[in-house]
């Protein structure tokens, strides 16, 4: 039995447990030899963290009696706890700790506040502060009685043909496997405080700082006296390079980070990986990568998470299924479908395609962008209202002999291009289907919000990049813009959503001309390769296929060149280490 991020949430948490068999109504251990796993998350945003502690210790030693085990693993919000970032701890959670604040500790941390600088005082010391603030800062120290435990605590297990951990497996656990990696974060930790207590006593500094004060207390220093701290403070173990951190297993692009988790999995000698840390779309549990990743964060904190409930996966043998506090009888886990974009109404893209095609038009408006003069369409059906870039343009090729005079600019394109995307699972193309708009046939491509593209980034000075790292997914878009001859991949419509920094591809109206080559922006990319799970995709590539899932918009001709490309592709852009 699995549960994930449960910040707080600890009637929830019972609720579910009660319901799977673990607990009685005096939340004593009843499941015999059951194994039970926490991903972590348990502190912060909710107010009866501390109760969870209690709970999850007391199960740990009754499990144990009755020949069952309870994992506890560490989750970057108890990094960030034991660590002095509080940023995410709420009021409640500090006065639970009131009992444990020391009144002379209280007094003293107040009396050097008052010393500062009133610029220094942005905010009163009980706003700053909160009741039970360093009652909480005592207990979660290396002495504390919840430090001491959670300083114990594993960051990735392994049982059976299953990983657990709660981030993700990032290529750092490809490169270090179970051992390793558990190993190295361990020192990355202890790095971490050791280096901050010697420079602490190098300069002098007493009572409470918090993590972000202690950053900046080192990088004003010369190298040779903070470096050390800030080389630890950058280490994985605090950043998306690491399993308590990454996110690229839940919201990249599957074929973007598939080779580094097939490697990662193939390290730890195992089938699947279970993880929390990032909430579901739909909050339920589910997998990603054929199975190979469950995700079982549903947002158990409702209070925070709009639709979140109380959820526990249990796995028997390689039976999955989902026990969830607001129903009664078990649920499968399902594959997660899907989704190009965020849209109301949790529409898989098979529902926005319908939605697409039958939802009343409110509204149209003239974009007056680009050669092609696209509208944005205004659609509602159902209580749900979105939009939808539509397009009429209908320029065929034009060619003399081999040489090419007019490039082909077609809507039909469009469609074509959305359906290779989701035959191959890129999830780069949002969804897109054929619909009479004012009288005329055209494309209708679902409207991502808040996208942005490459010239808003240079022109806002953005940082691209974060959750899902730029190049695999810079590799992924020339090899699609090389199979699909596109031709128009300009500043405009590269675009990203900025949440996860996921790319975003629009625009495919210029593509599929009839040549065995590539564009010439495309062919002189040092991006165009093809990885491992990205040559299996296009293997796959036949000329019936390829028809059927281009919705029949492409000739004959263009189908075999998108083969021929294909072929090219495979022999002469694999990556040096297939």
Not at 101 to 107: F, G, K, L, N
Not at 284 to 305: A, C, K, P, Q
Not at 541 to 564: C, F
């Amino acid at each position: 039995m699995v549960v994930g991020d449960t910040h707080g949430a600890h009637d929830s948490l019972v609720s579910v447990l009660r319901k799977a068999g673990l607990l009685d109504e005096k939340e004593n251990w009843t499941g015999g030899k059951t194994h039970f796993v926490s991903l972590g998350d348990f502190l912060d945003r909710g107010a009866d963290s501390r109760k969870i502690m209690d709970l999850l210790m007391s199960l740990q030693e009754q499990a144990a009696a009755a020949g069952g085990r309870v994992h506890v693993l560490m989750g970057n919000h108890e990094l960030m706890n034991m660590t002095a970032d509080t940023r995410d701890v709420s009021a409640a959670e500090f006065d639970s700790y009131r009992d444990l604040e020391a009144p002379e500790v209280r007094v003293a941390e107040q009396l050097r506040y008052e010393t500062l600088l009133p610029e220094q005082r942005t905010k009163s010391f009980d706003q700053l502060y909160p009741p039970g603030f360093f009652g909480h800062q005592a207990a979660m120290s290396e002495t504390g009685t919840y430090g001491a435990w959670l300083r114990s605590l594993p960051y990735m297990i392994v049982i059976n043909d299953m990983a657990l951990v709660h981030g993700g497996l990032p290529q750092m656990v490809a490169d270090l496997g179970l051992e390793g990696t558990n190993q190295k974060l361990g020192e990355m930790f202890r790095a971490y405080e050791t280096s901050w207590n010697a420079l602490a006593k190098t300069l002098g500094k007493e009572g409470y700082l918090n993590y972000d004060e202690k950053f900046d207390i080192a990088s004003a220093l010369p190298e040779e006296i903070g470096g050390e701290f800030l080389v630890a403070a950058h280490a994985e173990l605090f950043s998306p390079d690491g399993p308590l951190w990454s996110r690229e297993n839940s919201v990249c692009a599957p074929l973007t980070v598939e080779d580094t988790l097939q490697a990662a999995l193939n390290s730890l000698g195992v089938n699947r990986v279970v993880i929390g840390h990032t909430v579901t779309p739909d909050n339920l549990i589910g997998t990603r990568f054929e199975g190979r990743v469950v995700m079982v964060d549903t947002g158990m904190l409702s209070r925070v998470y709009e639709g979140g409930r109380g959820s526990a996966l249990l796995v028997q043998g390689e039976k999955l299924s989902a026990i969830y506090e607001d129903r009664d009888a078990r649920s499968e886990v399902l594959e997660m479908p899907r989704r190009v974009g965020i849209r109301p109404g949790g529409l898989t893209d098979d529902e926005l395609e319908q939605f697409l095609k039958t939802a009343k038009i409110v509204r149209t408006v003239e974009l007056g962008e680009g050669v092609t003069k696209p509208l944005r369409v205004d659609l509602e059906k159902d209580g749900i209202a979105l939009s939808a870039i539509f397009k009429d343009v209908d320029f065929r090729e034009v060619r003399k002999g081999r040489r090419i005079e007019a490039m082909g600019d077609r809507w039909q394109h469009e469609v074509a291009a959305y359906g290779l995307d989701r035959m191959l699972g890129l999830e780069l193309v949002p969804v897109t289907v054929p619909r009479v708009v004012n009288g005329k046939q055209g494309s209708l491509q679902f409207y991502v919000e808040g996208l942005v593209n490459q010239i808003d980034i240079l022109e806002q000075e953005l940082s691209p990049g974060g959750w899902c790292l730029l190049a695999p997914q810079y590799e992924i878009l020339k090899v699609f813009d090389a199979l699909i001859f596109n031709q128009d991949r300009t500043q405009q419509n590269l675009t990203f959503d900025t949440h996860f920094w996921r790319i975003v591809l629009i625009d495919h109206s210029r593509s599929f001309e009839s040549s065995s080559t590539f564009p010439m922006n495309v062919k002189k990319s040092p991006y165009l390769v093809v990885r491992p799970a990205m040559a299996k995709r296009l293997a796959t590539l036949t000329e019936n296929n390829v028809k059927v899932a281009t919705r029949g918009y492409l000739k004959p001709v263009q189908v075999r060149m998108v083969l021929k490309r294909r072929d090219r592709l495979l022999k002469s852009h694999l990556a040096e280490d297939q």
